[in-house]
């Protein structure tokens, strides 16, 4: 019960970082996506809460990542758009990733969220608009911030199949 208590909080303190972001920016785009940004960190959070720590190792078939991996990689991709494109600097990470609690994982994902925010709140209109040289190719920081809202959209549909693979409902979607 502690690891819901636990999201709880967060999503409380996701709720009122919406309302600071949108004080702090003046650009449109930036404040919907900083509010969407924190309805998906909190609807991955559920996301992650709902399947039980036993089934973190699931997978579907051999080729996809298990649970674990699909959230650690949402996490990482997150952090590394937010560092590489978006000037957030990241905190030293030494953490033995093969062995973590469900506890640990979900750490691990709020504070990738809590580091996309960072992206999305410390560039001004004009830095957003400011062309970065991406592996696929020239992308503005705008263009960049939207691939990571689209990736992590990615990532989280597939949790759901895997928690409806386990007969678990995933809760009411919330994009918006």
């Known amino acids: 019960m502690k690891t819901m208590k636990q999201l709880i909080g967060i999503i409380v303190l996701s ?3 919406i309302y600071s972001v949108s004080a702090q920016s003046t650009d449109s785009l930036q404040i919907q996506l900083s509010r969407k940004w924190m309805h998906s960190k909190s609807y991955a959070l559920k996301l ?35 560092s ?7 905190p030293k990470e030494k953490k033995d990733l093969k062995h973590l609690t469900k506890a640990e994982v979900l750490q691990i ?16 209109a004009a830095q957003l608009d400011e062309k970065v040289s991406f ?23 597939q949790l759901i199949v895997y928690l409806r693979l386990k007969n678990i409902t995933p809760p009411d979607y919330v994009g918006w």
């Open 48 to 82: 992650a809460a709902l399947m039980p720590e036993k089934d973190y190792d699931f997978k579907p078939v051999p080729a996809e990542m298990n649970f674990t991996e699909q959230l650690l990689h949402l996490a990482d991709n997150i952090k590394w758009l937010s």
């Open 84 to 90: 590489s494109y978006l000037s957030v600097s990241l």
């Open 109 to 124: 994902v709020s504070d990738a969220y809590d580091i996309g925010l960072a992206a999305h709140k410390t560039l001004s």
């Open 135 to 157: 592996f696929a190719g020239p992308m503005t920081r705008r263009q960049i911030l939207i691939l990571m809202h689209d990736h992590q959209s990615h990532h989280l549909g």
């Open 15 to 17: 709720v009122s970082s």
